[in-house]
């Protein structure tokens, strides 16, 4: 038995502490159990003579005895004592030695695309710095008293039906019946409830989307340059990714055709409204040519279409899901650039056999969703406020586009190719071979700018002398002094 005098200090009571002495006292057994401090079939003192030693009262130490004899760390034998339970398992490792996590745990790919270095972190707490970003919304231009009373207003009415439990389909139907109105009125999709499964976001949209249709080995397109997280999903199901080749007009219909001779193509993974990042738009013929190419070689094209209700030249394309005709195209999309990130709602648009499936899949790893946010945004869209805050806003950032392109004109003048875009959120621009833009994206954090390299776009890691610029979430003034420090960085190595 361990020395009597030792009680105390193996213990390790912690007097400073604002619990019970009871509960010390039987946390810190337990905690001498588990150290392996105290092994199996250790006899420890009587109650009296624990008392004594611990210097407290002793139905302090018979209360912590049968707390810790309730929960199995010890056990009393009569006429013999109080001994620590022989069935625990000993401890597996040496005493204060720091052990990595057991069993070990699956390679996980580092995804350029989501790391950030300590400067950036530290860049985000700062308030002069400026981020070009991928083209996300501008929070600030949110209508917040409106978000406020369609919120408290959506919470009145859930209490009142008692909708908020988990499992309300009422709150689901209802957001999915009003997506399914605006799809058809404002981009031509024939779809109805029963056509949308509602996410938590794009990326869960897409996995629970490829879940579906990728079996490891099966061979899936994606652009040349294209949206990182979607290719690391396909490549975590198992995918054999296949490049296609790009051009000024987008994908080349031409390569995917050779393709699809070479390999027994699975999918096709593609943003043709506003192309991520180059923000292409696909035009008619191709639309046509590859939906004709999907239909003779019967593979699957993944349409997203993540900020459809920015086009600021002419009538938005209709997707390419909306053509009755085609059987091949699941669509993607989502309410993030139009109420930013913080309202998270993503949709899946596909027969609804297909629907019914991915209902399942989204039941077992989605699980419910937010009655309440999911009853203000079907609000929001049925009585117009989401249309009239589009409209609002696309004006103002049609005009930052424009303050934009004038600014890096100013700046870089010949040394860049901007193609201005008909639609989306952000300005991709191309440097002459003498910037390497890759080497000088760190330097520019240095400036309180930050901005990402074009490679982290190329699933295979290949250079990109060129930057995506999201111009919607800074101001007028912000978007001036973020092109002014991003001139300094690159001009300073021409």
């Known amino acids: 038995m361990v020395q009597m005098r030792k009680w105390r200090p193996l213990l390790k009571l912690d007097e400073n502490t604002h619990q019970a002495s009871y509960r010390k006292i039987a946390e810190g057994l337990v905690a001498a159990i588990v150290d392996g401090r105290l092994s199996p079939g250790t006899l420890l003192p009587g109650t009296r003579e624990m008392a004594q030693l611990l210097d407290v009262n002793r139905k302090t130490v018979i209360l912590a005895y049968e707390e810790a004899l309730t929960k199995g760390w010890l056990i009393s034998e009569p006429r013999r004592g109080t001994f620590v339970n022989t069935q625990l398992a000993p401890t597996p490792t040496p005493r204060g030695a720091q052990q990595s996590f057991a069993p070990p745990l699956l390679e996980q790919a580092n995804v350029a695309y989501f790391t950030q270095n300590a400067q950036v972190i530290a860049l985000q707490h700062r308030h002069d710095a400026l981020f070009f970003d991928n083209g996300a919304c501008d929070h600030r231009l949110l209508p917040q008293a409106v978000l406020h009373r369609y ?60 879940g579906l249709l990728i079996q490891p080995g099966d061979v899936v ?59 292409v738009s696909l035009h008619a013929a191709r639309r046509q040519q590859l939906l004709a190419l999907a239909a003779q070689h019967n593979f699957c094209v993944i349409e997203e279409d993540y900020d459809h209700e920015y086009h600021f030249n002419g009538r938005p394309y209709l997707p390419l899901a909306s053509d009755h005709a085609q059987r091949h195209v699941i669509y993607i999309g989502s309410l993030s650039k139009a109420l930013g990130a913080t309202f998270r709602c993503s949709y899946v648009v596909a027969p609804a056999s297909v629907i019914e499936v991915l209902q399942r899949s989204a039941a077992l790893v989605v699980g419910d969703s937010d009655a309440v946010a999911q009853k203000m945004l079907a609000d929001l869209i049925n009585q117009g406020e989401l249309k009239k805050h589009l409209r609002r806003v696309s004006k103002e950032y049609a005009a930052r586009r424009e303050v934009l392109q004038s600014c890096l004109q100013e700046a870089f003048g010949d040394r860049i190719r901007v193609r201005e875009p008909e639609g989306g959120l952000a300005l991709w621009v191309r440097f002459e071979d003498d910037t390497d833009v890759d080497q000088r994206v760190n330097a520019a954090q240095d400036q309180g700018i930050v901005v990402r390299s074009a490679r982290q776009f190329s699933p295979m890691n290949l250079p990109e002398n060129a930057l995506r610029l999201g111009f919607a979430s800074l101001d007028r003034d912000e978007i001036r002094q973020a092109t002014q420090r991003l001139a300094r960085v690159l001009n300073a190595h021409k």
């Open 151 to 210: 919120y408290r207003n959506a919470l009145r009415k859930s209490f009142t039906s008692n909708c908020v439990r988990y499992g309300s389909e009422g709150t689901g139907y209802e957001l999915r019946c009003a997506l399914a109105q605006m799809l058809r009125n404002n981009r031509g999709l024939p779809v109805n409830a029963e056509n949308i499964c509602l996410t938590p976001g794009t990326q869960v949209s897409l996995f629970l989307t490829a």
């Open 221 to 279: 397109l994606v652009e040349r340059l294209s949206y990182p997280p979607a290719w690391e999903i396909f490549r975590k199901l198992g995918a054999q990714l296949v490049m296609v080749d790009m051009d000024d007009e987008g994908c080349r219909t031409d390569h995917i055709e050779r393709l699809c001779h070479m390999h027994n193509v699975r999918m096709i993974y593609l943003t043709p409204h506003h192309q991520f990042p180059t923000t």
